[in-house]
């Protein structure tokens, strides 16, 4: 079909354009109006696209908001970004919000019979407290990836898996070992225990991956919920350039371990392994969170990014800033 088109090419192609976006006819429907084959009409829409006489504005109340999503996997290894919009400064409003995003999303993707491993933490405790099926899921396994702590409910990943699994109509499975060892020697000790190993066989064999993603700023730090330092060691992790943890491992800025002398007494999954799993989430929000966000997209361990709006601006303001 030409481009070069007479002035009654034109009104056709109007009529048909107008038809179909304006007065929303299907294509069979403007064929028989205007006595013209549907393939025609089929051709006549697609060639005006081509010429750029179709505009098309999606003006959804949060569009903006897959903008930035798009940014995010532009800038980053992530295969998805999850955002969630900006309603509240309260933070522990933006985790809930967060979760619920991740929920969603763990939802939609998942099928029967799927196992998801998870770590523990207040952003998947968030998650946990978010799942609502709408649909009853057969075969669904929960199983920890790391040892617990326990004292909080929020990590005490034994708990957490006992309550995922029972919203997804599942089975859990508990792994009966701290997440810290006493030492490397230890931790290989609890790793080689039958029990222990079967039980993180699985959270390595798993389709998804739960888990937060970790911060180390002393007043406002995730990891040391989970890892009960003195303030001397506090001091050391903070100044040794560590940026935030997952699975509590350590990483620093751009996203290398660091401080194999606390990563090497970890009871869990590696981050080698987390990186083998098909969809691991990481959900994490608030401004804690941006240096931590940063080295673990750099890490290139996560495949999903769960995080809300003012998070992921300054994520990208970062990132960007470096990729020039």
Same mark, same amino acid.
């Given at each position: 079909?030409?481009t070069?088109?007479d002035?009654?090419?034109i009104?056709l %192609?109007s009529k048909?354009v107008?038809?179909?976006y304006l007065?929303?006819?299907?294509q069979?429907? !403007?064929?028989?109006?205007?006595? &013209?084959?549907?393939? *025609?009409?089929?051709?006549?829409?697609?060639?005006?696209?081509? &010429?750029?006489? =179709?505009d098309? /504005?999606?003006?959804?109340?949060?569009?903006?908001l897959?903008t930035? @999503?798009?940014r995010l996997?532009a +800038?980053?290894?992530?295969?998805?970004?999850?955002?969630?919009?900006?309603?509240?400064?309260?933070?522990?409003?933006?985790?809930?919000?967060?979760?619920r995003?991740?929920?969603g %999303?763990?939802?939609?993707?998942?099928?029967?019979?799927?196992? !998801?491993?998870?770590?523990?933490? *207040?952003?998947?405790?968030?998650?946990?407290?978010?799942?609502?099926?709408k649909?009853? %899921?057969?075969?669904i396994?929960?199983?920890?990836?790391?040892?617990?702590?326990?004292?909080?409910?929020?990590t005490?990943?034994?708990?957490?898996?006992s #309550?995922?699994? @029972?919203r997804?109509?599942?089975?859990?499975?508990q792994?009966?070992?701290?997440?810290?060892?006493?030492?490397?020697?230890?931790r290989?000790?609890?790793?080689? +225990?039958r029990?222990i190993?079967?039980?993180?066989d699985?959270?390595? #064999?798993? $389709?998804?991956?739960?888990?937060?993603i970790?911060s =180390?700023?002393?007043?406002?730090?995730? %990891?040391?919920?989970?890892?009960?330092?003195?303030k001397?060691?506090?001091d050391?992790?903070? #100044?040794?350039?560590?940026?935030?943890?997952?699975?509590a491992?350590?990483?620093?800025s751009?996203?290398?371990?660091c401080?194999?002398?606390y990563?090497?007494? &970890? +009871?869990g999954l590696?981050?080698d392994?987390?990186?083998? !799993?098909?969809?691991?989430i990481?959900?994490?929000?608030?401004d804690?969170?941006?240096?931590? =966000?940063?080295?673990? &997209?750099?890490?290139? $361990?996560?495949?999903?990014?769960?995080?809300?709006e003012c /998070?992921?601006?300054a +994520?990208?303001?970062?990132?960007? *800033?470096?990729?020039?």
């Amino acid at each position: 079909m030409s481009t070069d088109l007479d002035f009654e090419n034109i009104r056709l %192609y109007s009529k048909v354009v107008s038809l179909h976006y304006l007065e929303e006819r299907s294509q069979a429907e !403007i064929a028989k109006m205007l006595t &013209l084959s549907t393939a *025609k009409v089929n051709r006549i829409i697609r060639h005006a696209r081509e &010429l750029g006489w =179709i505009d098309i /504005t999606i003006n959804t109340p949060h569009n903006h908001l897959l903008t930035i @999503e798009n940014r995010l996997r532009a +800038v980053s290894s992530i295969e998805s970004a999850v955002i969630t919009p900006d309603f509240s400064t309260d933070a522990q409003l933006v985790v809930k919000s967060a979760g619920r995003a991740a929920a969603g %999303y763990l939802l939609e993707h998942l099928e029967d019979g799927d196992t !998801i491993c998870i770590s523990g933490g *207040k952003a998947v405790s968030a998650i946990v407290d978010e799942i609502r099926p709408k649909r009853l %899921y057969q075969n669904i396994t929960v199983v920890p990836a790391t040892g617990g702590v326990q004292g909080k409910h929020y990590t005490d990943v034994n708990h957490l898996a006992s #309550q995922l699994s @029972e919203r997804l109509n599942g089975k859990a499975y508990q792994l009966h070992a701290p997440l810290f060892a006493g030492s490397a020697k230890e931790r290989d000790m609890l790793m080689a +225990v039958r029990p222990i190993q079967e039980v993180l066989d699985r959270a390595r #064999q798993a $389709r998804f991956a739960l888990l937060g993603i970790g911060s =180390i700023v002393p007043d406002d730090s995730s %990891y040391f919920d989970l890892y009960p330092a003195s303030k001397h060691e506090r001091d050391k992790i903070v #100044q040794a350039d560590a940026a935030g943890d997952l699975f509590a491992h350590l990483f620093d800025s751009l996203g290398y371990p660091c401080l194999a002398e606390y990563n090497s007494k &970890l +009871v869990g999954l590696t981050l080698d392994d987390l990186q083998h !799993i098909p969809h691991s989430i990481g959900v994490a929000a608030g401004d804690a969170k941006v240096i931590p =966000i940063c080295g673990a &997209l750099r890490s290139r $361990r996560l495949k999903t990014l769960v995080t809300d709006e003012c /998070t992921s601006l300054a +994520v990208l303001d970062v990132l960007e *800033k470096h990729n020039k």
